[in-house]
């Protein structure tokens, strides 16, 4: 019976809300790693939390090799997430951040971009709107040499959020993208977080517009609602707490 109630409340909570999805040490910080959204019609959010440079990373630094003994997990400044959109299809994409003191003063504002071969056209997204790239800022794969990029820069004050409380989670969050835009053939759409910052800092990435349970029931992956409200609610310290000067940045 407890079992019973502790579904039923799970469903009537998914049944109104983004299914979430965890990433608390960023591992989904390469191409290759892209966190991959099972299908573009669930409502499904990313969320990430960062962290900082492990002790020896080289910063640029070629010839660098940490001390043997050492394992250096791979670290980046993005996140990357990919959904398959088809021709005849929008792209529903939304990009904010939990509204907490530790990530508003100053407000963290990283940049977002969308990669692929079929992106919409930046006219599509009305104002503001992305820049268009002629070449995505980033080493692709050969499989997508023909990508091309768009760029929402949101440190531009043009971009303010919209904030809302969201009662599943009992948080406040601030949404800066939020775009519903037709792509123009069938293809696999990257959306790319880069962080500027030297602090740890959480955000969110969705895709999909049918709130609710796909047929199947709670899919495998998703977080509960007591990790999902955790992190939107900052319960994690090490959130807005700024990473140990180390390496290149002990000489800026
Ligand atoms: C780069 O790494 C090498 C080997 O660890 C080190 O000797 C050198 O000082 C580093 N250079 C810079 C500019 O940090
Ligand atoms: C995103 O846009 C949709 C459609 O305009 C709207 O219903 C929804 O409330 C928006 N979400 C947020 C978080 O602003």
Redesign the pocket.
Known sequence: MIRVIAFLSLFLSYATAHLPYLDSQNSHNSIHTAFSFPDNVYSRALLTTTTCPPRFYPHGNKTHTPPSGTHTKPWSKYSWSKVDVRGDECLHF?F?VPHLPALEYPSFRPTVYLVGECLPSAAEFGYPGPQTLEYPPFDLPYNLRGASALRFHLADPIWQP?K?YEPNLDAT?L?YL?Y?VPVTCSGEVYIVVETHEKRVVEYYVAVGEVEGLPAGGVPAGIATLAEAQAWAQGADKRVGRYCPRRGIWERE
């Open positions: 939304e904010g919209s809302f969050l949404s939020n519903s």
